[in-house]
T-cell receptor, first 111, second 117 residues
Framework: GQQVMQIPQYQHVQEGEDFTTYCNSS?????IQWYKQRPGGHPVFLIQ?????EVKKQKRLTFQFGEAKKNSSLHITATQTTDVGTYFC???????????FGTGTRLKVLA | EAGVVQSPRYKIIEKKQPVAFWCNPI?????LYWYRQNLGQGPELLIR????????DSQLPKDRFSAERLKGVDSTLKIQPAELGDSAVYLC???????????????FGPGTRLTVL
């Protein structure tokens, strides 16, 4: 079945450093979503990517969808302590109408 | 606007006991999801409803899990009997549209943390 993997599993950075998490799917995706889950909280929607090669920005966050629509990345510039949490990608394949969540990347930001 | 409401927030039971979780989605959201999230992992879909119809329950362990969404609004998820391995956070989410559409953003509730002793 479809699998969605994320690397790294954990990342510790100093405040102000950049951070990137990568999402890889075993199958071609129709679209991908990114969620953030704070410690003890629930996933919160960040963004959705649909087009091959699409790049979207939200302030310090940059999201990219691969040309083959099998991978995606989230890059945070100049991390802040408020960025702490686990970042999940969730991919949907055409016709399934459901999202498979990735394994997540847990980010810790050291002040 | 109220978000997705779930209750209870925490539940501790002994194995072989039954347990039920309740979810009230965002008003007007047609699609409702139940996920299970184990510690350190991503949410895993258990069942998806479109209105009152369960359109994807392929991941639901049907020997002990059951769910219903009467009148296409509130939903309950039940486990009977519970096993040690069922300890997890059970998340409910809702979206206005179908997955794969422009209105399929999922809004998650706070979850129910289940501990089976």
């Amino acid at each position: 079945g479809q699998q969605v993997m994320q690397i790294p599993q954990y990342q510790h950075v100093q405040e102000g450093e950049d951070f990137t998490t990568y999402c890889n799917s075993s199958t071609t995706l129709s679209n991908i979503q990114w969620y953030k889950q704070r410690p003890g909280g629930h996933p919160v929607f960040l963004i959705q990517l649909v087009k091959s090669g699409e790049v979207k920005k939200q302030k310090r966050l940059t999201f990219q969808f691969g040309e083959a629509k099998k991978n995606s990345s989230l890059h945070i510039t100049a991390t802040q302590t408020t960025d702490v949490g686990t970042y999940f990608c969730a991919g949907s394949t055409s016709g399934t109408y459901k999202y498979i969540f990735g394994t997540g990347t847990r980010l810790k930001v050291l002040a | 606007e109220a978000g997705v409401v779930q209750s209870p927030r925490y539940k501790i039971i002994e194995k072989k006991q039954p347990v039920a979780f309740w979810c009230n989605p965002i008003s007007g959201h047609n699609t409702l999801y139940w996920y299970r999230q184990n510690l350190g992992q991503g949410p895993e879909l258990l069942i998806r409803y479109e209105n009152e119809e369960a359109v994807d329950d392929s991941q639901l362990p049907k020997d002990r899990f059951s769910a219903e969404r009467l009148k296409g609004v509130d939903s309950t998820l039940k486990i009977q009997p519970a096993e040690l391995g069922d300890s997890a956070v059970y998340l409910c989410a809702s979206s206005f549209g179908l997955a794969g559409t422009s209105t399929d953003t999922q809004y998650f509730g706070p979850g129910t943390r289940l501990t089976v002793l």
